[in-house]
């Protein structure tokens, strides 16, 4: 259970893209210093990781806020020292040309480079101008197809609904933070940049497999967010390795294209709209209901990937335990019904099994 003021004040942090965002500004004529010090000094007490030592769930947000807190603190004291603070963003755009500004009603924002290029859309990277420069790394996702439009669409729905309920499993999804539309109709959304690396970039780097010690971490993380997901009704129906994203430095994994997802389709009749031939369950091309089932298949076909397996097979190398290897495979059962229903109750069982395996948890550098 996080507590209700640890997650709207995780929400205030993580959201802010500069350190106006966080403690305001101030009336003409009152204290910059003053104001900046009385919300910082209420924001820390919210998110000072030492009140949630009995919560490791609610510690970990902590950490992540309180260290983004201080940094903001940081700005905003060099801001008012210099007599900056509180003045327009658009006067402070980064250094450096090149590249091209997206202008919305919230801000503008300088795409300097092209991260990837996904089935439906070209994925940018920037900044937004005027950010503080480790809070204001973009992703900028824009459709090639205007008649893909409803799939952007359909994930900015999605992600509308989480950000709106606070919960310690935001920190495994996407930060949704504008979105636009092109002179051709294409539609856009801006993301926070994620500072991670995708499951196809880690296997290049761990040619044999990713050793299975870190395969568990991710796991666990991944079943989590599925849990609370599913528990919201939601499907993502197209969880594939390059959907999969890790930041080593926190063992923090994000579930990320949320495109074809659906929510309660067993109410409204919604059924799936890709196929992936790797890691689509086998009720994709049999045009059957989606379940959480569904996704559970396709995280044991990405787990078997991540372990150096052969996801035609479903065969794990024989350095994995096989106590692990008999749970994934648990996933990959062809009929629905047979195989894993419940991603909470795998990430229960999983705990277990993996202090069976390998003891009490502690941490281990996961090095890319």
Same mark, same amino acid.
């Given at each position: 259970?996080?507590?209700?003021?640890?997650?709207?004040?995780?929400?205030?942090?993580?959201?802010?893209?500069?350190?106006?965002?966080?403690?305001?500004?101030?009336?003409?004529?009152?204290?910059?210093?003053?104001?900046?010090?009385?919300?910082?000094?209420?924001?820390?007490?919210?998110?000072?990781?030492?009140?949630?030592?009995?919560?490791?769930?609610?510690?970990?947000?902590?950490?992540?806020?309180?260290?983004?807190?201080?940094?903001?603190?940081?700005?905003?004291?060099?801001?008012?020292?210099?007599?900056?603070?509180?003045?327009?963003?658009?006067?402070?755009?980064?250094?450096?040309?090149?590249?091209?500004?997206?202008?919305?009603?919230?801000?503008?924002?300088?795409?300097?480079?092209?991260?990837?290029?996904?089935?439906?859309?070209?994925? &940018?990277?920037?900044?937004? #101008?005027?950010?503080?420069?480790?809070? +204001?790394?973009? !992703? *900028?996702? %824009?459709?090639?197809?205007?008649?893909?439009?409803?799939?952007?669409?359909?994930?900015?729905?999605?992600?509308?609904?989480?950000?709106?309920?606070?919960?310690?499993?935001?920190?495994?999804?996407?930060?949704?933070?504008?979105?636009?539309?092109?002179?051709?109709?294409?539609?856009?959304?801006?993301?926070?940049?994620?500072?991670? &690396?995708?499951?196809?970039? #880690?296997?290049?780097?761990?040619?044999? +497999?990713?050793? !299975? *010690?870190? %395969?568990?971490?991710?796991?666990?993380?991944?079943?989590?967010?599925?849990?609370?997901?599913?528990?919201?009704?939601?499907?993502?129906?197209?969880?594939?390795?390059?959907?999969?994203?890790?930041?080593?430095?926190?063992?923090?994994?994000?579930?990320?294209?949320?495109?074809?997802?659906?929510?309660?389709?067993?109410?409204?009749?919604?059924?799936?709209?890709?196929?992936?031939?790797?890691?689509?369950?086998?009720?994709?091309?049999?045009?059957?209901?989606?379940?959480?089932?569904?996704?559970?298949?396709?995280?044991?076909?990405?787990?078997?990937?991540?372990?150096?397996?052969?996801?035609?097979?479903?065969?794990?190398?024989?350095?994995?335990?096989?106590?692990?290897?008999?749970?994934?495979?648990?996933?990959?059962?062809?009929?629905?019904?047979?195989?894993?229903?419940?991603?909470?109750?795998?990430?229960?069982?999983?705990?277990?099994?993996?202090?069976?395996?390998?003891?009490?948890?502690?941490?281990?550098?996961?090095?890319?």
């Amino acid at each position: 259970m996080i507590d209700a003021n640890l997650q709207v004040s995780y929400e205030q942090i993580m959201q802010a893209v500069r350190a106006e965002d966080v403690f305001g500004i101030q009336e003409e004529g009152k204290n910059a210093p003053g104001l900046v010090k009385k919300v910082y000094r209420r924001l820390s007490q919210m998110v000072h990781p030492d009140r949630y030592n009995n919560n490791p769930d609610a510690r970990e947000m902590a950490e992540e806020a309180f260290k983004r807190l201080n940094d903001f603190k940081e700005r905003a004291e060099k801001r008012i020292k210099n007599g900056t603070y509180g003045t327009s963003a658009e006067e402070e755009e980064p250094s450096g040309g090149g590249g091209f500004v997206i202008k919305t009603r919230k801000r503008n924002y300088r795409i300097a480079s092209t991260i990837a290029q996904g089935d439906i859309a070209t994925i &940018y990277g920037g900044d937004c #101008i005027g950010a503080d420069d480790f809070a +204001g790394k973009v !992703a *900028v996702k %824009v459709v090639e197809d205007p008649e893909d439009n409803d799939l952007i669409l359909n994930e900015v729905r999605i992600l509308r609904l989480f950000q709106s309920e606070p919960s310690n499993q935001n920190k495994h999804l996407p930060v949704m933070l504008d979105q636009f539309k092109t002179s051709d109709n294409q539609l856009g959304t801006i993301l926070r940049y994620i500072d991670g &690396y995708d499951l196809p970039s #880690i296997r290049e780097k761990y040619q044999d +497999g990713v050793p !299975a *010690v870190h %395969v568990a971490w991710m796991l666990t993380r991944l079943l989590s967010v599925l849990g609370y997901c599913h528990s919201k009704g939601f499907i993502h129906a197209n969880i594939e390795p390059s959907h999969l994203m890790i930041r080593p430095q926190d063992h923090n994994l994000f579930l990320i294209d949320w495109c074809y997802a659906m929510i309660n389709p067993f109410r409204t009749g919604e059924r799936f709209k890709v196929l992936n031939e790797s890691y689509s369950p086998p009720e994709v091309k049999e045009h059957g209901l989606p379940t959480p089932a569904s996704d559970l298949y396709s995280v044991g076909k990405c787990m078997i990937y991540l372990l150096g397996g052969d996801i035609e097979r479903n065969t794990m190398p024989d350095s994995v335990d096989e106590r692990m290897q008999r749970f994934i495979q648990f996933f990959v059962m062809e009929s629905p019904l047979q195989r894993a229903q419940d991603a909470w109750e795998m990430y229960d069982k999983f705990m277990d099994l993996r202090t069976e395996i390998w003891g009490q948890h502690q941490f281990m550098v996961f090095k890319i």
